[in-house]
């Protein structure tokens, strides 16, 4: 009898067992996250949506300046066309969230200079009419404005202001976030 046939070799790697412990365990954790990452989600989208209708804004405000003409921010369509206000957009809703778009007025004659498409997650309320900025210091037509951005359909973990973000405009076309709504945010 041969020596190498009655000894027999230490197999390596993990067992049946020990390989379905660390799967359920892995399961257990990915439930008990799902939770905390579709909250994070939501709120990284809020606070794009801010920054994406802040940036929008200050080049709104800019394009007046360097053009020497009025620049309009709308919200839009589908289409890209502008909406009255109080008109809703295609999936029925009547706020900023439809998307925007950055006009330029020249000779009677309006060019897009840019646009944003619809996000349904997010709420952007505010002024229902167009945003228009004037030269030559880029004033903003009318008085101070303001959008509230949160979750369109708030849930139990996205309670609070910390979920919320505010951007306010002043009469001199700059924009601001702060968090919280905008009833509560200084």
């Given amino acids: 009898m041969k ?57 709104a405000r800019s394009e007046a300046l360097r053009r020497g003409t009025r620049v309009t921010v709308c919200r839009i369509d589908a289409a890209r066309y502008c909406l009255a206000a109080g008109q809703a957009c295609g999936n029925g809703v009547t706020d900023w969230s439809c998307g925007w778009a950055v006009l330029a007025e020249r000779g009677g004659t309006l060019s897009l200079l840019r646009a944003h498409p619809l996000l ?31 979750p369109r359909v708030p849930s139990q973990a996205t309670q609070g202001d910390k979920w919320r973000r505010c951007i306010r405009i002043a009469a001199g076309g700059r924009a601001r976030i702060v968090e919280g709504a905008c009833g509560v945010a200084s």
């Fill in 3 to 59: 020596w190498d046939a009655v000894c027999l070799r230490p197999r390596r790697g993990f067992t049946l067992v020990e390989t379905l412990a660390v799967v359920a365990l892995l399961a257990v954790i990915a439930v008990m996250a799902t939770p905390s990452f579709v909250a994070w989600h939501l709120r990284d989208q809020v606070d794009a949506r801010a920054k994406a209708l802040a940036s929008t804004l200050a080049y």
């Fill in 120 to 150: 349904a997650a997010v709420s952007i309320t505010g002024t229902q009419t167009n945003l228009t900025f004037t030269p030559p210091a880029g004033q903003l037509i009318g008085t101070f404005r303001s959008f509230d951005i949160a």
